[in-house]
């Protein structure tokens, strides 16, 4: 990491003051008494005339000084022996001021104490831009400079940046501020990003996950994100390549989806809430920015959907009858995690009369059936998102969430017969060589993806419809969040 | 004026030349890859035929899933052991 030079420590006493502190102009004149002495350096951080035009006061209008040496409180008295500070104090308290600088009669006639002001190198206006300057946050990213009759929007544009909606100017302070979100350092490496296997690093992700709208505290998350879809297993190519319109789908399970406010409940598949919003669109502008997988360009969708401007959404965990899509996956309900599913659109289920599980679970089963096409079985996976209402006929009659599967694999049993090439006057279908068995529409072994998510109200589900399953094609990933 | 951090991977692609263009195929290896989607195989056995007919030696190779990109192993045997290659895509 580059850290930017801390500036030098002068021997003796130094003070930071500002003329915009009562507290500071309270001690001004003490720190003519103490400047007398020879061993006193001060730095203002607003009016270098401040206390005085004198050789023993410096600018520190740039707060460099300040930001280097934490400074939270002005006035700071700091004791510098051989070029190392060894005492700090803050604020006016006279005997305490009296013990530092070793003279009984300073301050004569001020009162006791005073509390001192907010440095400004610490102020929430300042922060950011001064981390970005003096940070030394490993930000090694090329700058780019727009002219300041270019439209920094349409600039942006114009690079092919964006995902055709308008992207948030990455300058470095906000991803400075994009970084503070994550302990990792900004030149980590977190993916290799396929189609162009390049290297994606905590500052890419930062800058994408600016552009995308993200608050620094979902960065964790897009990392995660970006871990789980640049993995053989997910596959990214390959999603990217396809012709059919799918895309990565991300999931969140976990403490993490309260901390950063992610929606669960209304409207969980669909827009209004940031968190949701922003993450999917983040790694979507990763993959399109640093991996190279354009629309047109390897991203060959005939048709593409919707949810490929980024679709991510959080489990309702606090509300479901049963354990966590991630819990299942065997993790801890304490442990926060992203699952990336290679999927379609979501596609709504309506059944707004059934009151038994069996009869919920048959229809929600005949319209499973169709998903992609009724005439593949056991080759794609697919991911049901349960409502609340729905999974509360689940709760009453006590069913755990294996029994809910089991049974909707058994009803979601296929004769061949009924879907060989030809039948109903139908070419799409399987070999007739297959005729005459039986197989259940989703893989019995963790084909069939549940979530547990949605509004208080409403008699609808969503079944997402998956892509290739398998190590031939996609297979759901799993990460674990952390800072 | 507004400065703004570089959110691609910042790659200067190179560009290479292809190997120069066979004059005939008579006599040379031409490989034939089948990414392994459906009936890929069938147009590639007729493409093979008519090559043997051209006295062609020809080397068939298959991806192990076309979902996927060829391994680097099967790419470097092509490579190396080819002077041509042709390719099924299907869809």
């Known amino acids: 990491m580059d850290t930017a030079q801390s500036p030098e420590l002068r021997n003796g006493i130094i003070a930071v003051v500002k003329r915009d502190c009562p507290t500071c102009e309270l001690v001004a004149p003490v720190l003519e008494e103490i400047a007398a002495s020879g061993e006193l350096t001060t730095y203002t951080q607003d009016d270098p005339s401040f206390p005085a035009n004198a050789s023993w006061v410096r600018a520190d209008t740039t707060l460099e000084f300040s930001w280097h040496h934490n400074i939270e409180t002005v006035p700071t008295l700091i004791r510098v022996v051989d070029g190392v500070e060894v005492e700090r104090i803050v604020g006016w308290q006279v005997a305490q001021w009296r013990t530092f600088v070793g003279d009984d009669s300073l301050g004569e006639g001020l009162p006791e104490y005073r509390p001192g002001c907010g440095s400004l190198s610490v102020d929430p206006n300042n922060v950011d831009r001064l981390e970005a300057t003096f940070g030394g946050s490993g930000m090694s990213a090329r700058r780019i400079e727009f002219g300041s009759a270019e439209d920094v929007h349409e600039a942006m544009f114009d690079r092919g940046w964006t995902d055709g909606l308008p992207v948030v100017p990455p300058t470095t302070e906000r991803v400075a501020a994009m970084l503070s979100g994550t302990t990792r350092s900004a030149d980590e490496i977190v993916a290799v990003v396929a189609p162009n296997l390049a290297e994606a690093t905590v500052e890419k992700l930062a800058i994408n996950a600016v552009m995308a709208g993200c608050a620094p505290e979902y960065l964790p998350v897009v990392i995660a994100a970006l871990e789980a879809i640049c993995t053989d297993e997910f596959n990214i190519h390959g999603v990217l390549a396809t012709t059919m319109g799918v895309g990565p789908i991300f999931v969140v399970n976990g403490p993490i989806r309260r901390d950063i406010g992610m929606n669960s409940g209304i409207n969980v598949l669909g827009h209004g809430n940031r968190a949701n919003s922003t993450i999917g669109r983040a790694v979507q502008l990763c993959v399109r920015n640093i991996g190279g997988g354009a629309p047109g360009g390897i991203d060959r969708a005939a048709q593409g959907n919707p949810g490929k401007l980024g679709l991510c959404f959080a489990e309702d965990e606090e509300g479901s009858p049963w354990e966590s899509m991630a819990v299942e996956k065997g993790f801890d309900p304490s442990t926060s995690t992203i699952t990336a599913f290679c999927g379609e659109g979501p596609r709504l289920m309506l059944d707004q009369v059934s009151r038994t599980p069996e009869s919920l679970t048959r229809s929600l089963a005949k319209m499973m059936l169709s998903t992609v096409t009724p005439r593949i079985v056991m080759g794609m996976d697919a991911m049901l998102v349960l409502s609340p209402e729905h999974a509360e006929r689940y709760r009453e009659a006590g069913w755990s969430k294996a029994q809910f599967r089991e049974a909707l694999n058994r009803d979601m049993l296929v004769q061949t017969d009924d879907i060989i090439a030809g039948a109903d006057g139908i070419d799409e279908g399987i070999p007739a060589t297959m005729a005459g068995l039986e197989f259940p529409k989703f893989n019995p072994d963790g084909g069939l993806n549940i979530v547990h998510a949605g509004g208080p109200a409403g008699l609808f589900s969503s079944i997402i419809g998956g892509w290739l399953s398998g190590p031939g094609g996609s297979i759901p990933v799993t990460k674990e969040i952390t800072r | ?91």
């Open chain 2, 1 to 91: 004026m507004t400065t703004v951090l570089d959110p691609t991977d910042e790659a200067t692609p190179i560009a290479r030349d292809r190997v120069p263009r066979p004059e005939s195929l008579t006599g040379l290896t031409v490989g034939l890859l089948d990414i392994s989607k459906p009936r890929g195989n069938v147009f590639l056995d007729r493409v093979e035929k008519r090559l043997r007919d051209l006295d062609v030696t020809v080397k068939r190779f298959a991806k192990p899933t076309f979902a996927k990109p060829a391994p680097v192993d099967l790419r470097h045997e092509i490579a190396t052991s080819c002077d041509a290659v042709i390719e099924a895509l299907a869809d």
